[in-house]
């Protein structure tokens, strides 16, 4: 087995279309998956986000299917 930092990291490009906290639905536009997706925002403190702004996520490969489809955030930035 491989500790922690051997972790599978999957990422999405996408666009926000909502806010709601911390979190953000997610419009997938470039990934391995489509539809809406629950963004976990607080990972990235330095960066503030607006419903529009195109973002690249970093995930652990896990999909949890709901609508919007659940995942655990590794890391979030903004695209330009």
């Known amino acids: 087995m491989g500790d922690k930092n051997d972790a599978v990291r999957v990422s999405f490009e996408g666009r926000i279309e909502e806010l709601l906290d911390n979190r953000a639905i997610v419009q997938v536009e470039k990934g391995n998956f489509s539809g809406r997706v629950l963004v976990d925002l607080s990972v990235n403190?330095?960066?503030?986000?607006?419903?529009?702004?195109?973002?690249?996520?970093?995930?652990?490969?896990?999909?949890?299917?709901?609508?919007?489809?659940?995942?655990?955030?590794?890391?979030?930035?903004g695209m330009e």
């Open 45 to 77: 403190e330095t960066e503030t986000f607006q419903v529009g702004d195109k973002i690249k996520v970093e995930y652990d490969g896990q999909v949890r299917e709901s609508d919007p489809a659940q995942i655990n955030t590794l890391s979030v930035k």
